[in-house]
């Protein structure tokens, strides 16, 4: 299964958006027992979440995962740091990039696959705002061609 499939849990729309993703990764994620109980009813946000590579390891910050419903005095804590599982190599070319200036680690969505939790992450230069608006524009053309296209066709 090519990475990026899988039944999608959580997803950061807002990283296409103040980013231009440039690389993106599969990692695996490091879970509590009630975390992936939980993350498996899609009760996980990525929205404010980045990841930072520490000591030759990479985390992920700022997730939020909500409390087991079930889980009694063993729930976890809904927005702890969660270690990313990723090869050596990899972490080494992101370790290199990320001292660039401009460049983040962004988490763009996690799946389930194989019964595994993964983070897709990317890593993303941010956009200024003329950039934003660019992408705006180029969206908004793309989408008047093909409404333009649909309208010929039903006249045929």
């Known amino acids: 299964m090519p990475k990026g499939m ?3 849990v959580a997803q950061n ?3 296409n958006h103040d980013f231009s993703i440039e690389e993106t990764f599969e990692a695996g994620i490091v879970l509590q027992g009630t975390e992936i109980k939980s993350i498996r009813n899609g009760r996980a946000n990525l929205k404010d979440s980045y990841a930072r590579v520490e000591g030759g390891e990479v985390f992920l910050h700022n997730m939020h995962v909500s409390p087991y419903e079930q889980g009694n005095r063993y729930n976890h804590e ?3 740091t ?3 599982l990723l090869h050596r190599r990899e972490i080494a070319k992101l370790i ?3 001292k660039e200036e401009g460049y983040a680690l962004v988490p763009l969505k996690m799946y389930l696959k194989n019964g595994y939790a993964k983070v897709l992450i990317g890593l993303g230069k941010g956009k200024k705002k ?3 608006r660019e992408d705006l524009k180029k969206k908004e ?3 008047d061609i093909e409404r333009a296209f649909r309208d010929r066709q039903k006249d045929y």
Do not use: E, I, N
Request: hydrophobic share 30%.
């Open 6 to 8: 899988g039944k999608v």
């Open 13 to 15: 729309k807002k990283a």
């Open 78 to 80: 809904p927005l702890r």
């Open 82 to 84: 969660r270690k990313l």
């Open 96 to 98: 290199g990039a990320t």
């Open 130 to 132: 003329y950039d934003k």
């Open 141 to 143: 053309a793309r989408r």
